[in-house]
């Protein structure tokens, strides 16, 4: 099958699923739920991808000033909005559709917050950074919904965050390479969709229920990970009488050591520690961490006094 996704070829090798996680709720950050599927107990990883949490926050809950080094983080906003705040002065906000990936590098403190009244749920991906690429300087790649490229074709619509679909491509640069697509199958559609071979992938069942792999197996159902084997693609149908999306996720593994603790991601514990005494002692990176707070974080902490008082 060609690169592209194009439906005319046929896959040599189609990938099947080897796992399905099934994640539970649970607290993260301040008062925020989230179904963690890769960064469980189930799939601590899968290289060169850290974690994947789909997160469901209401005000006041989210997440307050935290640091990052070592990896990226791709948030992607299903519904709601989130603002985000960091010690550099970079502040936005991203709503339903729209994608910050940024580089955590050398290091971040920021704060992810929800906006308004109501539901704000998502996607959170961490991605890990090769050796040489971990101390580099933050950066931020903000994809509007509006400019994230979408294709269609015999009732398949892919929104292409990262990488090629359909011979559409992302703008999206990505240090360590990984596609990321968001397919909504309408009923009775089927797709096949390339995956280099030496690529770990993965899917993760937002909406409805579809068939990946091979015609005769089950349907699997939202809030679930497919941990896909190896092969050079993957075919998916939708059987069901309502539409079917889910994100299609892979990357290229970097296959080196993995030290983590928390928001620290590198490859020895020697460099754990010294990323907590820089965090600690506000340098290499951590500079502008000192006597810094977010707006956003100081406005929950005003309203847990009120709330108190009250």
């Keep these: 099958m060609s690169s592209n996704g194009d439906q005319s070829s046929v896959l040599s090798k189609p990938r099947l699923i080897i796992q399905r996680v099934i994640p539970n709720t649970q607290n993260d950050g301040d008062g925020a739920i989230v179904r963690r599927s890769i960064g469980s107990m189930e799939l601590r990883r899968l290289d060169p991808f850290l974690m994947l949490d789909e997160f469901v926050v209401t005000v006041p809950a989210g997440f307050p000033d935290h640091p990052h080094r070592g990896f990226e983080t791709v948030t992607y906003m299903l519904e ?3 603002t985000h705040q960091d010690f550099g002065g970079n502040k936005g906000t991203i709503r339903t559709g729209d994608v910050q990936w940024m580089t955590a590098g050398r290091g971040i403190v920021h704060s992810e917050m929800p906006v308004g009244e109501g539901v704000n749920r998502g996607l959170q991906l961490w991605i890990n950074l090769s050796s040489k690429d971990k101390m580099i300087e933050p950066k931020y790649q903000d994809l509007l919904r509006e400019d994230i490229k979408i294709a269609e074709k015999d009732g398949v619509e892919v929104r292409i965050i990262a990488g090629e679909c359909m011979g559409v491509k992302s703008p999206v640069f990505t240090r360590t390479p990984a596609m990321y697509l968001d397919f909504t199958l309408k009923p009775g ?3 096949q969709q390339s995956i280099p071979e030496s690529w770990n992938a993965f899917v993760y069942v937002i909406e409805g229920e579809g068939v990946f792999g091979s015609l005769d197996t089950s349907p699997q159902h939202a809030h679930q990970l497919l941990v896909l084997g190896s092969g050079d693609g993957l075919c998916v149908w939708n059987k069901s009488s309502q539409q079917f999306r889910y994100a299609l996720i892979g990357g290229q593994p970097l296959n080196e050591p993995v030290a983590q603790y928390g928001p620290f991601v590198m ?4 460099e754990i520690h010294k990323a907590f005494e820089d965090y600690r002692f506000h340098k290499n990176g951590f500079e502008k961490a000192r006597d810094w707070s977010s707006q956003s974080s100081l ?6 006094k009120q709330s108190k008082l009250i």
Excluded at 267 to 270: E, P
Excluded at 299 to 304: C, L, W
């Design 80 to 82: 709601g909005a989130f």
């Design 189 to 191: 559609a089927e797709w």
């Design 267 to 270: 490859n020895t514990q020697a």
């Design 299 to 304: 406005k929950m902490r005003n309203f847990k």
